[in-house]
């Protein structure tokens, strides 16, 4: 079974229509349909996504039949995979290419002994050259296209806050709005911030933070239900490979125009 099929046969498992499989992955239809059809090959990053969609490993997502490994190493083996994938479909559409231009060879030389031979010939061997450069400049992108979509994920054992505030906004009839502000310590293309809000009592509550263009600062306004004091709000990052939970601040007490808290962040 190709990845392709693999692909098709997992999304009608789960009901989900080329669309909408591509709605969950914020990409085209046709995209889907190119790689069930195995004309193109998803990215890295879109491997990672599918095989956690589909709730399998990358290694039962490409049919890979190896040990259990780390998602470090099946991201590098997703980033193999995709490159050798590409390699096969480059050199399949290089095979097509120069048989097109033996065709082309072959119409100049019989056209050449009836008139113009040596022109042209040469001719013929300019535009394979040409052709070979422009292989030779494919290959290599694709080759770092596929070394740059190996990116390290963040590291847990050290501090993931560099900086974090809150401030009040506003009241509401379901409690008080505050507006709060993240700054990591470290980060990575990949990386998503969601805010959990918890408290004794009810059920945590979680918001994605929007990052700033341009920066890597992490915004968000957040809801704090109403019923008392004592809440409790974390970051939780996502690098693409897994998430790390950071406790941000305990005992919260919003007053209009008044936010006080135990930080966490610093410890």
């Known amino acids: 079974m190709t990845l392709g099929q693999r692909i098709q046969e997992l999304r009608k498992a789960l009901g989900l229509s080329q669309e909408g499989l591509g709605e969950k992955l ?13 004309g193109a090959v998803p990215e890295v990053d879109k491997l990672i996504a599918l095989s956690r969609l589909f709730g399998i490993s990358l290694n039962e997502l490409l049919q890979v039949d190896c040990p259990a490994s780390t998602p470090e190493e099946e991201e590098a083996a997703a980033a193999e995979f995709a490159r050798r994938a590409r390699r096969r479909r480059l050199l399949k559409n290089v095979s097509h290419a120069l048989t097109l231009a033996a065709v082309v060879v072959v119409a100049a030389v019989l056209s050449a002994v009836l ?3 040596s022109a042209q010939l040469d001719t013929a061997r300019d535009a394979l050259a040409a052709q070979e450069s422009r292989i030779s400049q494919l290959e290599t992108q694709v080759s770092a296209l596929a070394e740059a ?10 501090p993931l806050v560099g900086d974090f505030s809150i401030r009040y906004f506003s009241t509401e009839k379901a409690g008080m709005r505050v507006h709060v502000s993240l700054l ?3 980060s990575t293309e990949m ?12 059920n945590a509550v979680v918001q994605e933070a929007e990052r700033l263009p341009g920066t890597t600062e ?50």
């Open 149 to 158: 979509a190996v990116r390290p994920g963040l590291d847990s054992s050290a």
């Open 115 to 117: 008139a113009r031979q």
């Open 191 to 202: 990386t998503t911030v969601t805010f959990q809000i918890s408290r004794p009592g009810i």
């Open 218 to 267: 992490y915004r968000a306004e957040l809801l704090i239900p109403s019923g008392g004091d004592g809440v409790t709000i974390s970051a939780i990052f996502d690098d693409g490979t897994a998430q790390h939970t950071q406790p941000l601040l305990s005992d919260l007490s919003v007053r209009e125009n008044s936010v006080t808290y135990t930080p966490l962040w610093l410890e």
């Open 26 to 38: 914020k990409v085209s239809r046709q995209a889907i349909s190119k790689w069930e059809a195995d």
């Open 184 to 186: 990591p310590a470290q």
